[in-house]
């Protein structure tokens, strides 16, 4: 089956350090592995090629615009050239990752080609509160085309789900969590000379990365921390460890390939992510926290959103925005080698029974009613 990928969320490279470009690249290629023939259509490309994606056809419609209406405009005509573009080169199904202002798989559907709209977060929302929203109307008018023009919505988490069906009458929006890549990610050995504490992820302040130096400074134990990752913060984290007194292992971004490596040697997954004022804000379906798993690191992390039920039985829960319950936790894990083990063995099986890339992506499919190739 010919399947084109759609996004046109000019803050999400195809070949980025990103999540949503880890996300992209993830679903491609359980795509390509159940035999579909995949092309992506999109407004950034990225430099970040993983040799495995080198031959995957992309097509690209750039977004030059000098201010925020002028963007959200652009954003609505490179839709609308890319699903000309789907078009004339043809397919059978399209897969959108859903962007503001873009009626793309709406536009084909009326072309006689079913979609799956695939909904990772309230980008109304995050869109007005974070950036700048000029249009909303014409937003909340493409959301409801969208959803209403797709054979299924599959949205990350409920309340992502929750948010689509408060816009929109959406009958077939189901929620479907996030995966993880079980090859590239395996269990390796600890460091055998220091406990290492990991962080994967994105310097912003929903991430919590500011309450994790706050535990390394409060810590008992002896445990060194290692954060992957950049973003707007970094200036801000690396002067508040040197505040602290803090030695930390700033790796920075990095490919995604490259992550496995820097995972290497780690004890502890952690996922310190802040209060932010209820469930609903907690919208997310953790990465960072499945690639823990896969890597068989015990994970602690903040009881919100989808992460209880996630770390049932395999990780440690601490109240969110507390570094003093946080420091306890990692202390506790950093003198409990077998227990770390223990954990560890247990959260790769189940991202093995329950979160593989290709089972999440067939679940996708069957909701879609495409089961063929």
């Known amino acids: 089956m010919r399947i084109a990928y759609i996004c046109t969320d000019p803050g999400v490279p195809i070949f980025g350090a990103k999540g949503a470009s880890v996300h992209i690249q993830e679903v491609v290629r359980a795509l390509r592995r159940a035999g579909h023939e995949v092309t992506v259509y999109a407004v950034r490309r990225g430099d970040l090629v993983p040799a495995d994606l080198t031959d995957l056809p992309v097509r690209i419609v750039r977004i030059d615009a000098a201010d925020a209406a002028a963007r959200e405009r652009a954003q609505a005509e490179a839709a609308a050239l890319l699903s000309r573009q789907v078009r004339e080169d043809g397919a059978d199904l399209v897969y959108e990752r859903y962007s503001l202002f873009s009626t793309a798989l709406a536009d084909l559907a009326d072309a006689g080609i079913p979609g799956v709209l695939e909904v990772n977060s309230p980008l109304i ?76 992820g994105t310097l912003k302040p929903w991430h919590g990365v500011a309450d994790l130096l706050r535990a390394a400074a409060l810590a008992r134990e002896d445990w060194r921390l290692r954060i992957i990752g950049d973003g707007p913060e970094r200036e801000a984290l690396h002067a508040q460890a040197e505040e602290l007194g803090l030695e930390v292992d700033f790796r920075g971004a990095l490919p995604p390939q490259d992550v496995p490596a820097a995972l290497a040697g780690s004890a502890i997954g952690v996922a310190p992510y802040p209060d932010l004022g209820g469930e609903d804000e907690q919208y997310f379906s953790p990465l960072k926290v499945l690639e823990y798993l896969a890597a068989g690191l015990p994970v602690v992390a903040s009881a919100v959103g989808q992460l209880p039920r996630l770390l049932d039985g395999v990780g440690v829960l601490v109240p969110p925005s507390d570094p003093a319950a946080l420091a306890a936790a990692l202390d506790a894990l950093a003198i409990a080698p077998q227990l770390r083990a223990r954990r560890g063995e247990l959260g790769r099986r189940r991202a093995e029974k329950h979160h593989g890339w290709d089972a999440v992506v067939a679940q996708i499919l069957t909701q879609a009613e495409v089961q063929h190739v």
């Open 125 to 200: 929302d995050e869109q007005r509160h974070h950036r700048t929203l000029v249009d909303e109307a014409r937003a909340r008018a493409a959301l409801r085309a969208q959803v209403r023009a797709a054979r299924t919505t599959v949205c990350v988490s409920e309340p992502v789900r929750r948010w689509v069906c408060g816009l929109v009458d959406a009958p077939r929006a189901v929620t479907i969590p996030n995966g993880v890549n079980l090859d590239r990610l395996r269990p390796s050995p600890e460091d055998p000379d220091a406990v290492i504490v990991t962080f994967v």
